[in-house]
């Protein structure tokens, strides 16, 4: 009799496990909620030059123009730079232009002058411009004159070749403009503005405790 009163209890809680783990209840209770995803910045927004609400203004309505909106994709950052930001991209543009410029002159000059090797069809008015520029500041270069000659050819070289790079360099300082402005040009302005913010209230506080 123990026996069977066992039995009966042991299907009638198995019985109810298996109700509860397929009744409605349980699926309610225990259903995984969908993990909603986070709406990510698109990257327009992201690389965008926003600092303030008149930039972010200024923006909206960049965006809602028919040329932008029919602007390729890989464009649409120097599109935005120079809109938004002609004179940091100005800068940003001449200050890459020097700097592509100055640094193959020097490298090729001390390539030229250490392995005193010279580069063939180069042109000789470049060559000439070259070594009229150097000379003059190789003028009170207390060196001989072979010394003096050997300098002046290689860096007349040098220079030459940086002027032949100039297709190059272009392209190089107008892809990479954006993004000095960005992390070089728009920080100093920024800082700038503030100081500049701070001294004006300064002058005010003083003013205004004086009267």
Same mark, same amino acid.
């Given at each position: 009799?123990?026996?069977?009163?066992?039995?009966?209890?042991?299907?009638?809680?198995?019985?109810?496990? =298996?109700?509860?783990?397929?009744?409605?209840? =349980?699926?309610?209770?225990?259903?995984?909620?969908?993990?909603?995803?986070?709406?990510?910045?698109?990257?327009?927004?992201?690389?965008?030059?926003?600092?303030?609400?008149?930039?972010?203004?200024?923006?909206?309505?960049?965006?809602?123009?028919?040329?932008?909106?029919?602007?390729? =994709?890989?464009?649409?950052?120097?599109?935005?730079?120079?809109?938004?930001?002609?004179?940091?991209?100005?800068?940003?543009?001449?200050?890459?232009?020097?700097?592509?410029?100055?640094?193959?002159?020097?490298?090729?000059?001390?390539?030229?002058?250490?392995?005193?090797?010279?580069?063939?069809?180069?042109?000789?008015?470049?060559?000439?411009?070259?070594?009229?520029?150097?000379?003059?500041?190789?003028?009170?270069?207390?060196?001989?004159?072979?010394?003096?000659?050997?300098?002046?050819?290689?860096?007349?070289?040098?220079?030459?070749?940086?002027?032949?790079?100039?297709?190059?360099?272009?392209?190089?300082?107008?892809?990479?403009?954006?993004?000095?402005?960005?992390?070089?040009?728009?920080?100093?302005?920024?800082?700038? =503005?503030?100081?500049?913010?701070?001294?004006?209230?300064?002058?005010?506080?003083?003013?205004?405790?004086?009267?």
């Amino acid at each position: 009799m123990l026996r069977n009163r066992l039995g009966i209890t042991n299907i009638l809680h198995a019985n109810s496990n =298996r109700c509860f783990s397929s009744s409605v209840s =349980r699926t309610l209770i225990y259903k995984s909620q969908p993990k909603i995803p986070k709406p990510a910045l698109e990257s327009e927004q992201a690389s965008s030059p926003v600092a303030d609400a008149k930039d972010a203004d200024r923006l909206a309505r960049l965006e809602q123009s028919r040329w932008y909106k029919w602007t390729p =994709r890989i464009l649409k950052p120097y599109a935005r730079s120079m809109t938004m930001r002609p004179l940091g991209f100005g800068i940003s543009f001449a200050i890459l232009h020097e700097i592509t410029a100055v640094v193959p002159f020097l490298g090729l000059w001390w390539f030229f002058l250490h392995y005193n090797w010279v580069p063939l069809n180069v042109p000789q008015d470049l060559l000439a411009r070259g070594a009229e520029v150097l000379s003059k500041g190789l003028i009170n270069l207390d060196v001989d004159l072979v010394e003096k000659t050997k300098i002046v050819t290689a860096g007349a070289n040098a220079y030459a070749a940086t002027k032949l790079l100039v297709p190059v360099r272009l392209p190089v300082c107008f892809a990479l403009a954006p993004l000095f402005d960005r992390w070089c040009v728009r920080p100093i302005q920024m800082a700038w =503005r503030r100081r500049k913010e701070r001294a004006k209230a300064k002058r005010a506080a003083n003013k205004a405790s004086r009267k």
